[in-house]
């Protein structure tokens, strides 16, 4: 089945303990695209400006990934800068220039209209809700947010959730948009907001999926060295929603596997800055790290 | 297999959005041992005050708790009092009064010398260091501390860490007494100190149980209402040691299976104040919240 992704295509400025990439390729579907191709065809629907350095992404056409939908239009390509504290927990942004973005209005190629799996990086709901009036009938919509709009664009992030089938986002903006401390009781208040299926990203916690009737958890594969967390969300969304749109099963025990696979395909992507990491992964690669987080939470009744 | 345990016993007032108690029953040896003797027999070193309801601790001697360790002195038992935040994971210590506390030097009745499975729990190094000098051959020690430890006593925490099987710290102090802000590299260091079996907890994300070839995972047990977190930690303990002492298994598929014992353990304590939910257990609850922290880790490759 093919995904369709519309986010943000970027150049990063970031700066970890464990060194700096100036103007590196990034942004949600970037990210998102370089981790869910290994699992399927992937629709990208961005923009950047004439600046961007387009033979850095070029790889992903062989991985299926296409780019119909990414406007190049005059000006600069959105740049994000941002420094990391010692154990990478927390960052501060040092600038974020819009440039181009600003004007973003994403446009749905006729021929991506059939993508089955919708996958909203986190833009401004405006935006997310005017793709899926272009899209006419997604078979799971899974969307990503920030803080930046739930206390920003409150009415607009609603209105789009009711049409969301699956809702990623981090124990912050759980805790904010629900206003409960508790992420139980978060992910109840989020249910009736309209997603039935809601993934709380914990960083180095790992991540929870969560329905009205189950609970899930893994943990973050345990990595010595983090290089760089930046895109981690955006790659553990390219593995979950690559996964399901590979299989096009959407059980419980599915959805299940997508996390693990989603998770693993984060652990690849924090052990090197930009999508670095994420360039030469083999299906046996990916098989592996998926068969280690089995060892890392299985116990014998 | 019997447990020997020494640690606090205490009065606790404590105040959490969901209400308060004023001097309850607290301290790690309490709520060890609360814990502990549901799976095997607790014998317990502590010190009290003339003032200390010991009837509120009677029905533990029916669950195979022996007090013949515990020193009864003129003066008053140990207070500490505590207010929690609104999401439960920071907490203001109001005071702490050590009382007969600060002159309690551990002595271990002889019919005690044979247990197995020794726990010593967060008191001074130096004191955790007398109670090995006691015991002649136990099978496992176990030990806990606190921060204060590892800054105002590190020669003396480390003194004693040489004679130690299981180490468990929370999160933050591995950071502390490693350096590392990356758990796996402070695991890494704080072997090289002795124990070769650690477990990090890590409140609200649950526990890691790290060996020098292996990791575990397990979350925390998802609650909607935790009522008051105080000795969740020692409870933990608990029910990790006491499921080792009653199957005397300290293979690596049981020390799991110890862990997710232990985390149940810590799930029931959470959901009252003190040691309350801890009275009335049943070997079936606790085995069904065991399956539970299986129904919540599980996913078919």
């Given at each position: 089945m093919e995904i369709l992704v519309v986010g943000s295509v970027a150049l990063d400025s970031v700066e970890t303990p464990y060194g700096k990439v100036e103007e590196a390729v990034g942004g949600s579907a970037t990210f998102f695209s370089s981790s869910a191709s290994y699992f399927a065809p992937v629709n990208l629907v961005g923009v950047v400006g004439e600046d961007y350095p387009m033979h850095e992404i070029d790889f992903l056409k062989q991985r299926g990934?296409?780019?119909?939908?990414?406007q190049v239009v005059p000006g600069k390509t959105f740049r994000w800068a941002g420094i990391y504290d010692y154990n990478l927990n927390d960052r501060k942004t040092l600038y974020t220039h819009l440039n181009v973005f600003s004007d973003f209005k994403p446009v749905i190629p006729e021929k991506y209209k059939h993508s089955s799996y919708v996958f909203l990086g986190n833009i401004a709901p405006e935006l997310q809700y005017s793709v899926l009036e272009q899209v006419p009938a997604p078979r799971m919509v899974i969307l990503d947010t920030m803080n930046f709009w739930i206390s920003g664009s409150l009415e607009s992030l609603k209105k789009v959730l009711k049409r969301v089938d699956i809702f990623l986002l981090n124990d912050s903006e759980a805790r904010e948009l629900s206003g409960h401390g508790n992420l139980i009781k978060a992910a109840k208040s989020i249910f009736q907001m309209g997603p039935k299926t809601i993934i709380i990203k914990k960083g180095e916690h790992g991540a929870a999926l969560l329905t009205p009737d189950t609970t899930f958890f893994v943990p973050a594969y345990p990595i010595e060295d983090v290089y760089d967390p930046t895109g981690a969300g955006d790659t553990f969304a390219g593995g979950f929603v690559g996964y399901l749109a590979r299989t096009d099963d959407v059980s419980a025990d599915n959805l299940r596997r997508a996390v693990v696979y989603g998770s693993a395909m984060a652990s690849f992507s924090v052990e090197d800055f930009s999508i670095r990491a994420l360039k030469n992964l083999t299906p046996e690669r990916i098989r592996e790290r998926v068969q280690s987080f089995r060892d890392i939470t299985f116990f014998r009744d």
């Open positions: 990934v296409d780019f119909t939908g990414l």
